[in-house]
Each structure stands twice: as C-alpha cells, then as structure tokens.
C-alpha cells in the first residue's frame, strides 16, 4: 500500500480532494480527513474507520459483518488489510509533507476467531526511522480478546514531482 502524507485542509465546504491533489500540511483534525478521504478506499469500503492517529500510536474499528471467509469468521486477509491501513497512516504521519510511505513487509499471525461485532487495531509505532517505520499492531474483539498480532514495515520516500 502507498499512501501518501496528508496536507492542509481544503477551503471550508470543499472536499479536500475536489482539485484531484491532497491539501497541504497536516490537517487539523487528522482522523476526520482520513476518514473522509478514505472513504472511496479499501479501508473504506471494509468500513474501517480510524479513531485515533498519530505517528506513534493509531486506533481503528471494523465490522465483522462484510469481512469474513466461508465459514463466517473474520477473514484474516481483512485483519491483514487492518494492518496495513493503520501502519501506512501511520508511517506518512511520521514521514511528513512531500513523502509517501510504501508497505514492503507484513505479517500475521491470526490467534483466534471472531464471528460478529466490531473488532478494534491499535499500532503501536516500534520503529520510527528517517527511511522506514515499523508497527506492532494488535486486532482485538468487544471484550478485548486478541484475535490477531501483526507488525509492519513501511519506507519512506520523497513524493516525486508531478510533470
């Protein structure tokens, strides 16, 4: 996953995204703008919606309901993409304005299953570097038993000038 750092927001009562470029800077209420302009994205579309974010620490939820396999337990490909999500926001807020942040090593290791509720991620920055980050990220259930661990490396590139 790519993603790239966010900058200001845009003019009240516009998308941010309405020009086709992200506003510069950090926005102020960086949850609201992660939300909002991932909305039309995987994590949206998982319904993953961030709680929480920062550098060093993020918090997002996600149904179960939409996001199992056959037996209709929580698909471990959805904890994965949890995961990435929430370790490639983080990595750009580390990173900052002008830089992308790129996953380049993920892992799993699926403990227990979840067959309904919301299931919560919390990643915690373990590395943060000029060039990569890396995140230990946790998935839990509603009653707070750990369903998944995974751990993610991002690196950090400047954002290439557009032509």
């Given at each position: 996953?790519?993603?790239?750092?966010?900058?200001?927001?845009?003019p009240s009562?516009?998308?941010?995204?309405?020009?086709?470029?992200?506003?510069?800077?950090?926005?102020?209420?960086?949850?609201?703008?992660?939300?909002?302009?991932?909305?039309?994205?995987?994590?949206?579309?998982?319904?993953?919606?961030?709680?929480?974010?920062?550098a060093e620490r993020l918090v997002a939820t996600m149904p179960v309901a939409g996001?199992?396999?056959l037996y209709r337990m929580l698909h471990g490909g959805a904890s994965?993409?949890?995961?990435?999500?929430?370790?490639?926001?983080?990595?750009?807020?580390h990173a900052g304005d002008g830089h992308i942040a790129v996953g380049v090593d993920i892992n799993?290791?699926?403990h227990q299953a979840a067959r309904g509720g919301?299931?919560?991620?919390?990643?915690?920055?373990?590395?943060?570097g000029r060039t990569t980050a890396t995140y230990e990220v946790v998935v839990s259930d509603e009653s707070g038993r750990r369903l998944c661990t995974s751990r993610?490396?991002?690196?950090?590139?400047?954002?290439?000038?557009?032509?």
């Open positions: 996953m790519t993603t790239t750092a966010p900058r200001t927001p845009a009562g516009q998308h941010p995204t309405a020009s086709g470029a992200l506003p510069d800077g950090i926005p102020e209420d960086t949850v609201a703008w992660i939300n909002e302009v991932g909305a039309d994205t995987l994590p949206g579309r998982m319904g993953i919606t961030f709680l929480e974010a920062s996001n199992t396999q994965v993409v949890l995961a990435e999500s929430l370790g490639s926001i983080g990595a750009v807020l799993a290791t699926h919301t299931v919560t991620g919390v990643a915690t920055a373990l590395y943060l993610i490396t991002c690196t950090i590139h400047a954002r290439r000038k557009r032509t």
